[in-house]
């Protein structure tokens, strides 16, 4: 099995130069960038913190890095938040003004530290931040208090957005936060809070962006007992304020997730599971086929961490091993890298897994030649979900035990599913005075 990323750290991500991957090594106490074939490219030293433990996941804001970590001795976890910055002076300013020095540290920013207490425990492997990605409209100088936005979506008076980094003349590499204190939404000008305004000058198209909450998985509820039911708990951001929480066996067990668009996806066993944020049931949606088991087609392969990139309509999974089919003969031969991980690309599209029609009338002979009948075609996953904005063409045909006759018509002969997977057509049969049989069929097209 041809190899790709082959490292020896249980987490990955993107982050701010386009065609890397980046993990934090233990055993070098640094974040360390590669290619997608492992080459080391660079290494950052850890600064202003230490690793209590392995890194569970890592997971980059367009701005900031986040690892999961579990605290020594049980005591709880936690998720802290990294930013690549330059080597300091002894005043604490960059130690060159132009160009910015090249980055050379992965520097400790903040934290949610969780420690166990009576009535919760801590126990997770995954975690996720929804963040937000956006651009400047418009060029804008230093000292400016108000700038332009290609898209104010999900942004909100009290967010805290990093602008950056600049690729102005003079101001190339620099970014900084600001906080947003008013929002025009039709004009898509922002207001932020910066008394002198902006520490630098940026020109148009340069990034912006902003995080609102960070979800973990948690693997116990807060029944102050190991109960393996399963937590999802969302925490502000910055405030750090628990907003929400959800208990159910979907969230237990949960060994990667990651949050890309407005969708949470996390792998729970052999599903890729998905929430989509915008639907306010929380209720979770289907994903895709996800190979992860073993030969025997029992024993489940872990991801341990996991990219999703809806852009390129696809997950990248972390793993040890992998499954592959040789398709003329069925067998299924598992590989494994331990100690070492490689990557295994899986597309996000849902798999069609069944598609059953039905009727709401109860047919009889002779049947009324003016009636007509309602047909639904109901389309469900691998995973039993409904499978949402499918194409679906309905078609009639004689029964090959059926006696001469004309099939009916459809109308319309196709449709698009909804939210429940279902699609709905009208049935006219056909003048046939003789009774006939006739297939009805909904399939994919």
């Known amino acids: ?35 997608a074939d492992g080459t080391v490219i660079q290494t950052f030293p850890i600064r202003r913190s230490r690793l209590r433990s392995t890194v569970t996941e890592l997971h980059f804001d367009g701005s900031h890095f986040w690892t999961l ?3 020594p001795s049980d005591l709880g976890l936690v998720l802290k938040r990294w930013r690549l910055t330059p080597e300091q002076n002894a005043q604490g300013l960059p130690a060159g003004v ?17 420690i166990n207490a009576p009535n919760i425990t801590y126990s997770s492997k995954a975690f996720c931040i929804e963040h937000y990605h956006r651009a400047l409209d418009s060029s804008f100088a230093q000292g400016s208090t108000v700038i332009q936005l290609n898209d104010v979506d999900n942004l909100s008076p009290g967010d805290t957005m990093f602008i950056g980094p600049s690729t102005a003349a003079g101001f190339v590499g620099f970014g900084e936060d600001a906080f947003v204190i008013d929002i025009n939404r039709t004009t898509k000008f922002v207001t932020i809070s910066k008394a002198a305004g902006l520490d630098n000058t940026y020109i148009s198209t340069d990034p912006v962006s902003f995080t609102k909450a960070v979800f973990l998985f948690n693997d116990h509820t ?42 949470l996806f996390w792998v729970r066993a052999d599903q890729i ?13 289907s994903s895709n086929e996800s190979n992860l088991r073993e030969g025997d087609l029992t024993t489940i392969i872990e991801v341990s961490d996991m ?12 793993q040890q091993k992998e499954s592959v089919e040789d398709i003329p003969t069925g067998n299924i031969s598992t590989f494994d890298w331990d100690p070492l991980f490689n990557f295994q690309v899986q597309p996000t599209s849902p798999v069609i897994n069944s598609i059953n029609t039905s009727t709401d009338t109860r047919l009889v002979v002779p049947f009324p030649s003016a009636a007509t009948i309602l047909i639904a ?28 006759g004309t099939p009916g018509t459809f109308n319309p002969s196709t449709g698009v599913t909804n939210s429940s997977g279902i699609v709905s057509t009208v049935y006219t049969p056909s003048a046939t005075l003789e009774a006939i049989i006739i297939d009805i069929t909904a399939k994919v097209v």
Not at 99 to 114: C, G, K, N, R, S
């Open 1 to 35: 099995m041809p190899l790709n990323i082959n490292i020896p750290a249980s987490n990955f991500s993107l982050g701010p130069d386009s065609g890397f991957f980046y993990f934090v090594s233990n055993d070098l106490n640094a974040l360390v960038k590669v290619e």
């Open 69 to 71: 970590e579990d605290l």
């Open 98 to 114: 132009f160009p910015v020095p090249a980055v050379t540290d992965f520097t400790w920013q903040d934290e949610i530290t969780l």
């Open 222 to 263: 807060f029944s102050g007992l190991e109960d393996r039911r399963g937590t999802i708990i969302k925490y502000a951001w910055p405030d750090k304020n628990v907003i929400l929480t959800g208990g159910g066996m979907r969230y237990f067990n949960a060994t990667a997730a990651d949050f890309d668009g407005s969708s």
């Open 273 to 285: 599971l998905e929430v989509n944020l915008a639907n306010n049931t929380f209720d979770v949606t």
């Open 307 to 318: 990219i999703s990139d809806l852009a390129n309509n696809q997950h990248i999974k972390l």
């Open 377 to 404: 075609a109901e389309v469900r996953d691998q995973f039993n979900f409904p499978v949402f904005n499918e194409t679906i063409q309905f078609s009639a045909a004689l029964n090959a035990v059926s006696d001469a």
